[in-house]
């Protein structure tokens, strides 16, 4: 007599009740049954945390020889998601540039273009846009890049700008614009506009540069303002930082933090850390929010996570980068580690360790990486 194998059938609708009976430890072993069941549960995890959107994941590190690589900013954080982003990034390739993130995706540059030709990446779908080659050539240009949804649609705008020296007898800059949106896939390009302030910047750390509402933000790295440039009403115009703060390279950051533009300066024993009111208007009045005493941090962190000893540990935080949705966490890379600190509970948690030697750090760009509402998950 012959056995007939009889194949059963769960609605996904059972199995999600079923698995969110569970607790978060049963569902992470369960994730590698299938990739079916590892979408279940990324769903159930991101329920159960509640998190504030949008949704920060972790950071992309571009390291000085150009290699890029991934990590998680939080142990949480790996488990909300049901793809995996560490198979995504052999996509990017070890000789691409990421210039800047945004909203889940990364605007990235091939580096034998001489800064001509980039393209936007998606690590969800692992889906890249080549964008057409620029018009114009510019010596390393300030770039930005800012993505935007609208009705389920996707697009993006990118602008890049280089600065002339002027002439011994003329104190006047002029600048060369172009910009790129996804609606019309041309550059538009200004060439020669004056501009009455040489925008210098920071080439240390990739948290010198965001955008709002099309606003595009550069900070200064020797100089006490922000550079904006407003990309509809086509102009430039300065902000200054908050009482006239003034900072050493590498030690400043700027960032978009619970939708709010905050500015953090390290001063080798504290950080101080600030949000933008009413900006992008030119009104914009800075507001305190905190600040971290950094010998206390450094202390907390040599003892649990093996920083290490030393002096002036506090002038060794290479990078500083705000939480996407929560103002109060700030993540620190010391030496070859990086770290995020909850000011509201005054604890420590060991991210991330590079495992090299921190001099070899020194030079590693962090960009936010965020989950993004679109395309839903698959």
Known sequence: MERRSCKLYVCEEIITN???????KSLARFKCISKDWRKYIAEIYRCR??????YQLGFFCVEKR???????????SSLVIGTSLDESISFIGERVYVVASSDGFLLCNKLKSRQRIYYVYNPATRQRLDVPKTQILMDDPYVGFTVKETDGSVSFTIVRYGVHQPYFHDLHYSVTIESFSSETNIWTATLDAPIRFYPSRDETSSSSACAV????CWLCNEAHWVTVYDSVKK?????GLPDQMWFSRGSGCLGLSGGELCFASNSGTTISCW?????????????????????????KCREDFGLGGGNALGFKVRNMVFHLALPDILYLQIRSKVISYNVKTSTAEL??????????TVHYKLFSYEWPQWPPLQ
């Open 351 to 360: 991210v991330h360790e590079f495992g090299e030697a921190w001099r070899k």
């Open 66 to 76: 150009l290699k890029s690589r991934f990590f998680f900013s939080s142990k949480e």
């Open 213 to 216: 509402d099309e606003v595009f």
């Open 275 to 299: 949000r933008l009111n009413n900006f992008p208007s030119r009104d914009a009045v800075w507001v305190w929010k905190y600040n971290i005493d950094v010998a206390t941090v450094v202390q």
């Open 49 to 54: 945390l509640q998190w504030p959107k949008p």
């Open 18 to 24: 079923i698995l969110n009976r569970l607790p978060s």
């Open 235 to 239: 102009c430039f115009w300065t902000l």
